[in-house]
């Protein structure tokens, strides 16, 4: 049975960091992409990051520069460095798997991002 257990989140000020993590178990698959999302009350659910398995890495404009990702592949653990943290980063933070040849989706169960202004 696939797992995605996310850490990381919490309250913090605007400016401030976090890092999210998220590891994931019962994989018996190669990961292909890892990927984070996120969700802020009463709107739907974004893209902010992807990290293939080679280390290629895309960020959504409202984050890029600002939010790093990076991947361990023999941890099966993908991380979200988020820095200058704004207010509208507050969200619900995702993420999400892909694995294997036929491409199967794996999502972690969310972790809460607060950013006060």
């Known amino acids: 049975q696939v797992q995605l257990v996310e850490s990381g989140g919490g309250l913090v000020q605007a400016g401030g960091s976090l890092r999210l993590s998220c590891a994931a178990s019962?994989?018996?698959?190669?990961?292909?992409?890892m990927n984070w999302y996120r969700q802020a009350r009463g709107k739907q659910r974004e893209w902010v990051a992807t990290i293939t398995r080679t280390g290629t890495s895309n960020y959504a404009v409202a984050v890029k520069g600002r939010f790093t990702i990076s991947r361990d592949n023999a941890k099966n653990t993908v991380y979200l460095q988020m820095n200058s943290l704004k207010p509208e980063d507050t969200a619900v933070y995702y993420c999400?798997?892909?694995?294997?040849?036929?491409?199967?989706?794996?999502w972690g169960q969310g972790t809460q991002v607060t950013v006060s202004s």
């Open positions: 999400n798997i892909n694995v294997g040849s036929i491409q199967l989706n794996y």
């Open positions: 019962g994989i018996i698959y190669s990961i292909n992409t």
